[in-house]
């Protein structure tokens, strides 16, 4: 599948899937907000009905004398009470009262009351009228009742009691719950509106938020491409070179001593450069894979420092740069590191200041310390590195001037390795350069630091490096 492909489709399945759960979750709340809203109402009614049932239950049950007998005084309170034949259908409207009726509550329009006997034969009813309500007496103290209309009734049903304590019957007091459904249906819509509002601004920001997690992986896919090229390019470079000379040499009818012994060192060239390259991209591998432990020790910089000005002094001889080491402490400076490591990492610093250091001037490598941190400065006076450049010559493969660098036969791994080593070991590195002038390359390694990874290649490394490299 082509990658940018690739890269899209897993784009939109985050997105998806964060839309997905952020919606579940919304919808969640959604639905508690509503639960909660709802369950707050049904409280605030039942409680509602509740109080209105109690005052009217106790206003009446003073009045009442013989059980089944709804007194003229009723009519005080109530004033639409119809009194019932054999059901509701039969209830005989009257004409309201004209007096001044106590409970005034029952005269709005959601409320209903009705009367039973104790066997449960409607008696009476006041208030509100629902049509088509089921007249069968039920004593269940609560109950939602529906209507010939399909309105929906929420009723209370208490005990009545005469003056002296017979039992009257029974007063179901019920309230229309249209209002409240009317209120619950709003608060579904606003509910439901707000959720899709949401999931839109979700879907829109779990798309941003997906390419915002894909970018790093996209960019690490894009340097793992050019890094892979860069590889398959440097790879080439040798490989076309042997390849060529055994062509040549192939095509030859005769070869002498002299020509077989040339053909062979160019062969030996090459391959050390390739072997020097393909154990600088395990290195490389193995600093970034951060794998193993480190195997620390106990190292002493001053003796790695003299060693290294020591095995270097020929080659700076040789390009007639003046090489000298400035140890600036009275006693050893030890930290804990691999010594394998940190040989490799000055070598490299020291290496490329006598390469780009012209003849005739000189390379410094200097040893301070502070509390925490040994100090090392690889200090030259050579060509010097352009200011804009100098955050990218860490990058793999980088080269100042590929023409410039070339001449030298490094590969741009050089420094990568340096700044993948001084990571390792927790320290710091920073450079400072004038073109024309010279440059300096300053490691803070702290003294207890804890490195973290280790490579065994180095010392292969240090087998091939005097031969093979620069
Ligand atoms: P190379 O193998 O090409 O030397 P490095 O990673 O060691 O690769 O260095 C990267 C680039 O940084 C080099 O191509 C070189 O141009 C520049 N460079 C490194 N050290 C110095 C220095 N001391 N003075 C000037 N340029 C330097």
């Keep these: 599948m082509n990658q940018n492909k690739l890269f899209r489709l897993t784009r939109i399945r985050l997105a998806l899937y964060y839309a997905i759960v952020m919606g579940l979750i919304l919808s969640i709340f959604a639905f508690g ?47 639409n009470i119809d009194k019932c034949g054999t059901g509701a259908t039969n209830c005989i409207q009257q004409q309201p009262d004209s007096k001044r009726h106590l409970l005034g509550i029952v005269t709005k329009s959601s409320y209903y009351i009705r009367f039973f006997d104790t066997s449960g034969k409607l008696i009476a009813t006041a208030g509100y009228h629902p049509e088509g309500l089921p007249d069968v007496f039920n004593q269940k103290t609560w109950q939602f009742l529906k209507d010939s209309k399909g309105k929906d009734y929420h009723q ?72 892979t090229a860069d590889v398959a390019h440097e790879l080439r470079t040798p490989l076309a070179a042997t390849g060529a000379t055994v062509e040549s040499a192939l095509l030859m009818s005769q070869i002498d001593e002299e020509e077989t012994r040339d053909i062979l060192q160019t062969i030996q060239r090459q391959n050390q450069r390739l072997t020097t390259l393909v154990v600088d991209l395990l ?80 390379v410094t490598v200097l040893l301070e310390r502070n509390d925490y941190n040994a100090i090392i400065k690889v200090q030259d006076t050579g060509i010097g590195i352009p200011k804009h450049e100098l955050t990218q010559i860490f990058h793999r493969f980088y080269r100042v001037s590929s023409d410039r660098s070339r001449s030298t036969g490094g590969s741009g791994l050089g420094l990568a390795i340096v700044q993948a080593i001084v990571h390792s070991h927790h320290g710091s590195i920073d450079v400072q350069s004038e073109l024309g002038k010279g440059s300096t390359f300053t490691i803070k390694l702290p003294f207890n630091a804890r490195p973290i990874n280790s490579v065994h290649s180095i010392s292969i490394w240090k087998m091939l490096y005097k031969s093979s490299r620069k």
């Design 33 to 79: 907000f509503y639960r909660a809203v709802f369950h707050a109402h049904v409280v605030a009614l039942d409680s509602e009905i509740e109080s209105v049932a109690g005052t009217l239950h106790d206003s009446i049950e003073l009045k009442l004398q013989s059980p089944g007998r709804l007194e003229p005084l009723a009519h005080q309170l109530f004033p």
């Design 156 to 227: 209370i049903t208490l005990a009545l009691h005469t003056q002296n304590y017979q039992d009257w019957g029974y007063m179901q007091v019920g309230r229309s719950l249209q209002e409240f459904n009317h209120y619950l249906d709003s608060v579904k819509l606003v509910s439901v509106l707000g959720l899709l509002i949401a999931m839109v601004m979700i879907a829109s920001a779990s798309w941003w938020l997906s390419g915002l997690a894909m970018q790093p992986i996209y960019q690490s896919y894009r340097q793992i491409q050019q890094f």
């Design 283 to 362: 290195m490389l591998a193995r600093l970034d894979k951060q794998a193993q432990k480190l195997q620390r020790e106990n190292c002493c910089l001053n003796d790695i420092v003299s060693d290294l000005v020591e095995e270097f002094e020929a080659m700076a001889a040789a390009a007639g740069v003046k090489l000298t080491s400035l140890i600036q402490v009275e006693q050893p400076v030890d930290i804990m590191g691999n010594s394998d490591q940190l040989y490799r990492l000055f070598s490299n610093l020291i290496v490329n200041a006598i390469q780009y250091t012209p003849t005739g001037r000189e």
